[in-house]
């Protein structure tokens, strides 16, 4: 069983960043692929970003690619997510998530795919 306890939201003006936090229960994190989803209101989650166990294989959504960078320190049970130039559209809960898989391999989109889940940090982003 892992437990999961997102950290870092908040409010912040369009085009300026935030840092997630993600922080994992237990001693075999690095057995783990990691997921960022998020969720307006009125809309499904949808998929954000994803790590392999080893940390060296990532996924994006086309929405965030190049403006949002995951990772992932396994000496710390933590996985992070790097917003920068936030949108207004960006704004949504987002939550941490997790799974047993291959330790080379972070693709992982659904979320029906992930069997641990986080209570989720709010970011908002004004215009």
């Known amino acids: 069983q892992v437990q999961l306890v997102e950290s870092g939201g908040g409010l912040v003006q369009a085009g300026g960043s935030l840092r997630l936090s993600c922080a994992a229960s237990?001693?075999?994190?690095?057995?783990?692929?990691m997921g960022w989803f998020r969720q307006a209101p009125g809309k499904e989650r949808e998929f954000v970003a994803s790590?392999?166990?080893?940390?060296?294989?990532?996924r994006y959504a086309d929405s965030v690619q190049g403006r949002f960078t995951i990772s992932r320190d396994n000496a710390n049970n933590t996985v992070y997510l790097q917003l920068n130039s936030l949108k207004p559209e960006d704004t949504a809960i987002y939550y941490c998530?997790?799974?047993?898989?291959?330790?080379?391999?972070?693709?992982?989109?659904?979320?029906?795919?992930?069997?641990?889940w986080g209570q989720g940090t709010q970011v908002t982003v004004s215009s």
């Open positions: 998530a997790g799974r047993r898989g291959p330790y080379y391999s972070g693709a992982y989109y659904r979320s029906g795919e992930y069997d641990y």
């Open positions: 237990g001693r075999t994190f690095s057995i783990y692929v």
């Open positions: 790590v392999s166990g080893s940390g060296g294989t990532t």
